[in-house]
């Protein structure tokens, strides 16, 4: 759906205040009374019961948590931590980067058809053709033409890596990157979404602080007005590329991202991108998951739903309980958020990365298997993966049907080469 959906708005904005801790039952109650004299609402219906019944409401008091969206508190939860950074030569940050943008693309064809499917869903589907589990990119079955999210990513008709969202936001990142260096501010980021990015072709909370950048509000209320999304997916799938350009300076890279995801998220939406940013960040200094999961957490506020999150995906694996088990769990515990939420999609990024162990086939046919945000899961375990292991170590029916190639919506850029991409970003490193 193009148009935002006012009756949407107001139901998914009551389930995010809940989750943030607040005391919504009496409200839920008014809107119960307020469709009975509005079968149908519109934008004013929408504004008129946020301003009147959404705003001031209490806190659960049993609500453990604290979840800032200011970068001082965030640091003031955290342990933000520096570490020795190394100088890496031109072509060994390209040789990760490279492989970093293979492995994104290909983390993302193989999600790509089945996004939004359940994990059971996808087992179903490969169980036609008589596989157990996933190893490659999907076949294609007849009688799901109507459920399959798009027929290029098969693996008899892939043949490059296709437009998709997660694949645009590392390039809006370089614009970002290019036309304003690392000092950009929020305000930049909006700036470079309005000129590069079609409202019809961004989604939930990046949609919603699209709107409110064309209505003139300005950051961080961008990401606060009537953006139910706010602590969705959007942000995380968007800092890869500050990780890349941050070798071994995850403070650096979690700023970066800071300031991005704060366009469009608050809280665990911001956390998100500020993790992945950090953890691909020291992936150029440690290449055990176990430590570097641990290690990206110093950047999150130990306060939050986030790092509890992480935190227990870390205590499975060391329990070594086998995957499926550790996937019941995941999905037992984190299984109420919806499918394109930061905290259920991140636990199973790391849960790949995690029972993956360094295989980049197996983490990233993990990561997609889980179910949900598949293309987005997939393409940052595949990011993860390809910067830990170089581009020359990835699995060559992994890279080949991808023959080099990229297409994006971002103008300039809408069929390039992986390779000259590459490039391209290794050049932003001073």
Not at 93 to 117: H, N, S, T
Not at 327 to 340: A, L, M, S, T
Not at 374 to 393: E, F, P, Q, V
Request: with cysteine; hydrophobic share 35%; aromatic share 14%.
């Amino acid at each position: 759906m193009i148009f935002e959906d006012p009756k949407l708005l107001i139901e998914d904005e009551l389930k995010q205040l809940e989750e943030e801790g607040y005391i919504i039952s009496d409200v839920a109650d008014s809107y119960k009374w307020y469709l009975l004299n509005r079968p149908t609402l519109n934008w004013k219906d929408t504004l008129h019961f946020y301003n009147f019944y959404l705003n001031n409401l209490e806190k659960d008091p049993n609500f453990k948590y604290n979840e800032p969206s200011e970068i001082d508190e965030i640091k003031s939860n955290s342990k933000f931590k520096s570490y020795n950074n190394q100088n890496f030569s031109e072509e060994a940050i390209y040789e990760k980067i490279y492989g970093a943008l293979l492995g994104r693309a290909a983390g993302c064809m193989l999600g790509k058809p089945v996004e939004g499917w359940k994990r059971e869903e996808i087992l179903e589907y490969l169980s036609k053709v008589g596989e157990s589990s996933l190893t490659y990119y999907f076949p294609f079955v007849e009688g799901y033409e109507n459920k399959i999210r798009t027929e290029e990513c098969f693996r008899n008709t892939l043949n490059k890596a296709v437009r998709d969202d997660d694949l645009d936001y590392p390039i809006i990142g370089l614009k970002i990157l290019e036309e304003y260096g690392t000092e950009f501010s929020t305000k930049n980021v909006g700036k470079i979404w309005l000129e590069n990015l079609p409202f019809g072709l961004v989604y939930t909370a990046e949609r919603a602080a699209y709107r409110n950048l064309v209505n003139s509000l300005i950051p961080p209320e961008t990401a606060r007005f009537i953006n139910p999304y706010r602590e969705w997916i959007g942000a995380q799938i968007r800092g890869d590329i500050f990780g890349w350009i941050s070798p071994s300076d995850p403070i650096k890279a979690a700023y970066l991202a800071y300031k991005d995801a704060s366009l469009s998220h608050v809280k665990n939406g911001i956390y998100g991108e500020m993790y992945i940013s950090a953890l691909l960040s020291l992936a150029y200094i440690i290449d055990e998951p176990p430590e570097l999961i641990q290690e990206s957490l110093n950047f999150i506020p130990e306060t939050s739903r986030f790092h509890e999150a992480i935190s227990f995906v870390l205590e499975l694996y060391e329990r070594r309980i086998d995957f499926e088990a550790a996937w019941e769990e995941v999905n037992k515990n984190f299984g109420k958020y919806h499918f394109v939420h930061t905290i259920n999609n991140a636990c199973f990024v790391v849960l790949a990365l995690l029972y993956g162990e360094k295989n980049f086939e197996r983490t990233v046919c993990l990561a997609v298997e889980c179910g949900c945000d598949t293309d987005c899961n997939g393409a940052t375990a595949g990011s993860i993966l390809g910067l830990l292991l170089g581009y020359k170590n990835l699995p060559e029916r992994w890279v080949s049907p991808l023959n080099d190639t990229l297409e994006s919506l971002v103008p300039g850029f809408q069929r390039v080469k992986i390779s000259d991409l590459a490039r391209r970003i290794t050049n932003l490193i001073s």
